[in-house]
């Protein structure tokens, strides 16, 4: 289930980092300087984000894990899976596309938070990171301009996980909670990438990143209510399940899209990504400003 590394910092021949200050507004603060205001640094975003976009458009390839991954897991799962797990929820394959279609929506996030590591990590590899430091841009705007790219991937993906939910017969009750739902999945994707930042930057190579992606990715997305419900699963699994973050924002998302508690759930996504962001972001500018 790993992830396809994302190109989406490393720049094309013609908009190299070296030409970023034609398109960000002067005068900007120098290299390291803490003085650089909230909209410079947001001028500084807007520019990466163009250029990462830019590199896609020429790139189109860097989509496919995006538009492939949602239509390849939602019809394996549905229709592998779908019967007997169905019986399970006293319906047959109609109750588990309603059970499954939200549930993929939070491995979706998992898998495009992990692609940012990878992609990262090479792009140090390339020296693209290092011209990047060298321009009077604010250093976390290199950061904040790849989680940017990234969600709107997974938005991508996630809207097409949608369409191919609806072909194959989920049934959307709550259109306000499918927004929600995706809102929430945005917030704690978001989180999670700061994780895989780290990741990239202190990995000494993409494919260690990866390795590293999976064994996190794998115990967390079965290990969850993602797939299947955890009520027939051990003890110990179902204490573990409980504590996954994946876990509540499946539930979540499963409440507010057809129906259910929310609450609880709710919360605990809440503060999981409250507390991953608090922790890691600081911890990944850190070591991008530090990394020799």
């Known amino acids: ?28 603060a120098a290299k390291g300087d803490t003085r650089i205001s909230p909209r410079a640094h947001a001028r500084h975003v807007g520019a990466l984000v163009r250029r990462n976009l830019l590199w896609i458009r020429q790139d189109p390839e860097s989509m496919f894990d995006a538009v492939l991954m949602p239509v390849i897991f939602t019809l394996l799962f549905v229709y592998v899976f779908g019967g007997s797990i169905g019986q399970s929820l006293g319906g047959g394959q109609e109750a588990y596309v309603q059970y499954v279609v939200p ?4 491995m979706t996030t998992m898998n495009m938070a992990t692609a940012v590591g990878t992609g990262f990590n090479e792009d140090f590899h390339k020296g693209v990171m290092d011209r990047f430091r060298t321009l009077p841009i604010g250093q976390g705007s290199v950061l904040f301009a790849k989680i940017v790219v990234e969600l709107m991937r997974m938005l991508v993906a996630t809207t097409i996980l949608v369409i191919v939910g609806v072909l194959v017969g989920f049934d959307i009750t709550n259109w306000p909670g499918l927004f929600a739902s995706v809102g929430l999945a945005t917030l704690f994707a978001s989180a999670l990438m700061w994780i895989f930042l780290v990741l990239g930057v202190t990995m000494k190579n993409a494919q260690s990143v990866q ?9 967390l997305q079965f290990g969850s209510s993602i797939f299947s419900p955890t009520g027939t699963m051990p003890g110990w699994l179902q204490t573990f399940t409980d504590y996954n973050p ?15 508690p929310v609450a609880h759930d709710l919360w605990v996504t809440l503060a999981w990504t409250a507390a991953l962001t608090a922790v890691m972001a600081p911890i990944a500018i850190h070591k991008f400003r530090t990394k020799s």
Do not use: I, K, Q
């Not at 992830?3 to 960000?24: E, F, K, Y």
């Open 1 to 28: 289930m790993s992830a396809r590394p994302s190109p989406t910092t490393t720049l094309p021949r013609s908009g190299s980092a070296a030409h970023l200050p034609s398109v960000v507004e002067a005068p900007l």
């Open 246 to 260: 994946l876990s509540s924002l499946a539930d979540t998302a499963r409440g507010l899209m057809v129906g259910g």
């Open 103 to 106: 549930g993929l929506m939070a």
């Open 211 to 219: 390795a590293m992606g999976f064994l996190v990715l794998f115990p």
